[in-house]
């Protein structure tokens, strides 16, 4: 493990000294930030106006939202049970552009839904999240008594508020949560792809300048793999932290400089206010809320996202890194390993689409297989835990990671053999009866 | 305890194919051993065995009596043929590297890093990435990274290519100190001149087998034991009809004008070096004569054409 941890060094150093690992640190951050700013600024339709039923059965909003108006939305109450027909077909609605649906099991499973005529861009979406959350929130409170801000935050979970579009109700693809696991999920395998090459061509040149043969005299072709592996994933680490500081003081500048103020302090709940609940007025009282922040700073779980996000990073990062490797070391020339990188690409794009698909039909048997098969979970995952679990569904996020680490270590295995029995040829064209005749040698 | 290497009946197979086929030999402390044969006869694959790079289908390695473990690793020294460097890290960065990895602290490795820098008269290198040396300059680095841990067993594949007369000739010194200090070398070479000037012992592999083994001028007179080098004034056709049944002139040479010649016979039946001298006495001014050293090229050229004759 010594010479692993070296080897691990070694390449940590030179990652990190290169030109392009700090050209990458400050260019992917500043083109995801400005890629936000573009979603937020020209995304979507732009509406300036929206006309909001609330249809809540059961009365728990107590036909309230928020004490204030917003001039850029309506909202009207229905005590009703109204079906999708009834909204679409009946003169009496048609001046509604959107109605929420509250249902009595809202506080539970933390679900509701927006049903929309013409999709509205994200700052609106975001408008209306925010404003429905917050009264729920509100009524969560109340519903609980007063409590201090630390317990409150321990309980709160994260809404599921789906927008749809009400004449095609399926397609959950408006669902502006899914596409921020989404990018999780893409930023993972933008990771891998990017210092997954890295390890092929890092074991390509070794084999090609014959360092590999002082190496392997010493490190035994498993810690040589391991240690490769390791240290370059660290470097894709301390890039991803990297990117993370600079995209959240990115996020920070944008929300005090360019997207302040939506809500403006007459749309405080002067009740709680004056009640002096601790939370709420700490929340309504802060001028810099608005629904990028929303968005960005409260609508996503992190603790959680980041968490598993961490986890599906780690053995997503060794599970296709080996296979990198392996790569790298079993073909004859650096150019021969070139041509085997195109089917891992075309395996990283089957998993982007997957994701993807995930968003459309979350319900499909490809989505579902694909939230379980290692190729494709970490995007997949990452997408479904921004939409959220439900109650019951909670043990598929770790049956999904189990696969992955069990899938990760058997990759690894495999790759260590191909590896072992490569690494010192040369000069040979890579065929699947040499790759077999390698694996089947110990 | 005097260190000690034995090679015993290794057999490695690729494929099917035989690499090496039942070789053994030993190499003690304190001698520059050679390990030679034609390319593709097996000797870097017997390198990568003792060095634990392959493992033997069959026999063993032991250094001092015991089976070679992933522990001894760090008392072996290995110069490959083919030689590799980290390009972009500098020489005292790359050397540091390669002495943690054979084991060394790294307050150890900063020391003899310096010791060899200083002593090699190359301090002013220290900075330079390994991509702005030049062949030899890079060979010499690697050289230091082979011999910084101060290995007990040196396996040099080629040391000597690329290097210029007189790092050749630092080279060699620096092997012959080592063998004062009672390492053991392995030298696997092309270079004949060089078996010839450093190397104590020498194996020759062909085909995958061993097929001669021993000290140089044992090798050296193996197929020549009968043999004599005469140098001779006077004329060539007196020479001939001089010798009869009992010897063969296997080579002749003109030195002078066709009056001055050396010759190779060999001695066939019981006749000696004293019959030959009176033959040839009567009839020839003999300048010189003595038992006839062929050169290493020659008795590598002959083993192994004698080998590959054999086995057509």
Known sequence: ?442 | MKNKLEIEHVEKSFFGKKALDNVSFQVNGGEIFGILGPNGAGKTTLIRIINRIIEADKGGVKLNGNLLSDKDLKKIGYLPEERGLYKSMTVYDHLIFLGRLRGLSKLEAKQKTNKWLQHFSIESWKTKRIEELSKGMAQKVQFIGTVLHEPELLILDEPLSGFDPINVALIMEELKRFKEEGKIIILSTHNMRSVEDICDKAILIHQAKKIAEGSISELRTVNYNDVYEIIFKGNMIAFANSLWAGFELLDKTILEDNNKFRVTVKLLGNNNFHDLLKVLMESIEIESAKKYLPSMQDVFIELTQEKTEKNA
């Open chain 1, 1 to 442: 493990m010594h010479n692993s941890w070296l080897i691990a060094l070694r390449e940590l150093k030179e990652r990190i000294r290169s030109r392009s690992f700090l050209l990458m640190a400050f260019l992917g951050p500043f083109i995801i930030l400005l890629l936000t700013y573009l979603l937020f600024s020209f995304g979507g339709n732009k509406v300036k106006h929206w006309n909001v039923l609330i249809v809540d059965h059961g009365g728990l909003f107590e036909n309230k939202i928020m004490p204030g108006k917003d001039k850029a939305v309506s909202y009207s109450f229905y005590n009703g049970i109204l079906e999708l027909e009834e909204f679409t077909n009946r003169e009496e609605f048609q001046k509604f552009d959107a109605f929420v649906e509250i249902n009595e099991k809202i506080f539970k499973n933390k679900v509701g839904f927006v049903f929309y005529r013409n999709t509205p861009d994200p700052k609106m979406q975001t408008r209306v999240k925010f404003q429905i959350e917050r009264r729920l929130e509100e009524l969560l409170i109340e519903k609980n008594g007063k409590i201090p801000l630390k317990e409150y935050l321990k309980i709160k979970q994260p809404l599921v508020l789906t927008f749809a579009d009400v004449y095609d109700p399926n397609n959950l693809a408006g669902n502006t949560r899914a596409w921020v696991g989404f990018f999780f999920g893409t930023l993972i395998f933008l990771f891998i792809a990017l210092f997954g090459m890295t390890i092929l061509r890092s074991v390509s040149s070794e084999k090609s300048n014959r360092i590999v043969e002082v190496l392997l005299a010493t490190v035994s072709p498993k810690s040589l793999m391991l240690g490769k592996i390791i240290g370059i994933g660290i470097a894709a680490f301390i890039q991803f932290f990297i990117w993370s500081i600079l995209i959240g003081f990115g996020l920070y500048l944008m929300r005090e400089l360019v997207f302040i103020d939506l809500f403006a302090p007459e749309n405080l709940n002067a009740t709680l206010l004056s009640e002096g609940t601790s939370y709420t007025e700490q929340y309504f009282t802060n001028k810099t809320y608005n629904e990028f922040v929303d968005l960005i700073f409260n609508r996503i779980h992190y603790g959680t996202v980041l968490f598993f996000f961490i986890l599906f990073f780690i053995f997503g990062y060794l599970f296709y890194g080996a296979l990198f490797a392996a790569i790298g070391a079993v073909s004859g020339s650096e150019n021969d390993g070139q041509q085997f990188v195109l089917p891992i690409i075309f395996l990283l794009l089957i998993s982007l689409y997957s994701g993807y698909h995930f968003i459309h039909y979350p319900e499909s048997t490809w989505a579902k297989m694909s939230h379980y098969i290692p190729f494709t979970s970490p995007i997949v995952v990452m997408v479904k835990l921004s939409m959220g679990y439900s109650e019951g569904e909670t043990y598929s996020i770790y049956f999904s990671l189990i696969l992955l680490i069990l899938s990760a270590f058997v990759m690894l295995s495999i790759a260590a053999r191909l590896y072992k029995n490569g690494i010192l040829q040369f000069g040979h064209r890579i065929r699947m009866k040499l790759l077999l005749k390698w694996l089947k040698k110990t």
